[in-house]
């Protein structure tokens, strides 16, 4: 994203540029042709020639498809379902992960160390759940601006004490555009002024109707503090899942997302990955992004490390050349030099990409200087 000058916007417009400074005025904006205009002004002119705006990013989704191996629909196998959740501020969101994580963490036995790597996975009943620890607004937004599509389910958690507010709506539009099917979780059910009631009737306008009133959404009242209604909420997401017949082919090279990424003092770049197709391996060499390199080590949820990850499983590697951000995609290749070859190419588009755009920037600043 980036801001555009009078005439620069003119030209995109096909608008003479002294026409945009007349409306820019009746606007109470006063500019010259060089000068720069924030995102608000932007929209505000093209909205009134009736132009929608799409903000410009440098995104360079890694090609799967051309280099990924066929999937046999007879290696096809039931995979785990990956959740995210998503709210209105302090309706609970991330008490609700941590009660899930704390009630639910299978892997307890001495060696592991609990710690952060951005996602984790749960079982219930014998089944495993993923569940992604980011915010779910950005997990939609940069996964999705990148071309990856992360989440399965998502958990709509609404505060029962306070309904249905701004961003519950704007999160539920979020996961409607993405078709991703969605569990309304009713929170803070312990509090005396719980209403679930109204919380059904104010989502109903929004066509998520529950069950018990005729219609497809499935409701869960929860209380995260007290890790009450987690089991039924799990039992519920298996449900989902289970319409949603999600499968994954394990025979092949590894393919997924990046949950999240940074620099470690003494590991160099470390990156959580979830892994949507085939089975990555310890020493395999893999392009993430615009990174690439070898997997050095893996680590899982709980710190344990791990030889083997496969899909839908969240795990932690080292041994990329640079740190990726969140939202890349990563492929497994067959051979190092490959991996290599392609994700220096990359690496060196994705430079001249950025200096192109470093470049028309201090062009405007010589401008606004004359
Ligand atoms: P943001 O990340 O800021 O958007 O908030 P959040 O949705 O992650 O909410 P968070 O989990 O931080 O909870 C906000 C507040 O609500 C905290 O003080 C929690 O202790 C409280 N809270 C969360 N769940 C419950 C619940 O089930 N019952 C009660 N009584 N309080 C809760
Ligand atoms: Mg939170």
Do not use: C
Not at 28 to 57: C, Q, R
Not at 192 to 221: K, S
Not at 337 to 362: D, L
């Amino acid at each position: 994203a980036g801001s555009l000058t009078v005439a620069e916007l003119a030209e995109k417009l096909h608008k003479e540029t002294s026409e945009l400074i007349k409306k820019l005025m009746g606007l109470g904006v006063m500019a010259t042709k060089n000068e720069a205009l924030d995102k608000a002004s932007i929209e505000l002119i093209a909205d009134d020639y009736g132009v929608k705006v799409e903000e410009e990013e440098i995104v360079d989704p890694l090609d799967i498809e051309r280099y990924e191996e066929e999937d046999d629909p007879a290696n096809l196998e039931e995979r785990a379902p990956v959740v995210t959740i998503m709210g209105h501020v302090d309706h609970g969101k991330t008490t609700l992960l941590d009660g899930i994580r704390k009630t639910k963490v299978t892997d307890t036995e001495a060696g592991g160390i609990t710690q952060h790597i951005g996602a984790y996975q749960v079982e219930e009943g014998g089944k495993r759940v993923t569940f992604l620890d980011t915010p779910g607004h950005a997990a939609f937004t940069t996964m999705r601006a990148r071309g990856a599509q992360a989440t399965d389910i998502t958990i709509l958690v609404v505060a029962a004490d306070d309904g249905v507010m701004p961003q519950t709506v704007e999160a539920l539009n979020h996961a409607k555009a993405a078709e991703v099917p969605i569990i309304v979780a009713v929170n803070k059910m312990d509090k005396e002024n719980a209403n679930p009631d109204r919380v059904m009737q104010e989502l109903t306008e929004y066509e998520l109707v529950p069950e018990a009133w005729g219609g497809e959404t499935i409701f869960v009242n929860v209380s995260a503090v007290k890790g009450e209604g987690i089991d039924e909420l799990l039992e519920m997401i298996l449900l989902v899942a289970e319409v949603e017949e999600l499968k994954a082919n394990p025979e092949k090279r590894a393919q997924g997302t990046v949950v999240e990424a940074e620099l470690d003092k003494g590991r160099g770049p470390v990156a959580t990955l979830l892994v949507q197709g085939g089975t990555m391996n310890v020493g395999d060499p893999i392009v993430v992004g615009y990174t690439h390199g070898r997997i050095r080590a893996m680590m899982n949820d709980v710190g344990r490390r791990v030889k083997t990850a496969g899909p839908s499983t969240p795990v932690e590697i080292t041994g990329l050349n640079d740190v990726p951000q969140a939202g890349d995609q990563f492929l497994v290749f067959a051979d190092e030099k490959k991996a290599k070859q392609i994700g220096e190419g990359r690496a060196v588009r994705a430079k001249e990409a950025q200096r192109r755009q470093t470049s028309r920037v201090s062009l405007d600043d010589l401008y606004n200087q004359l």
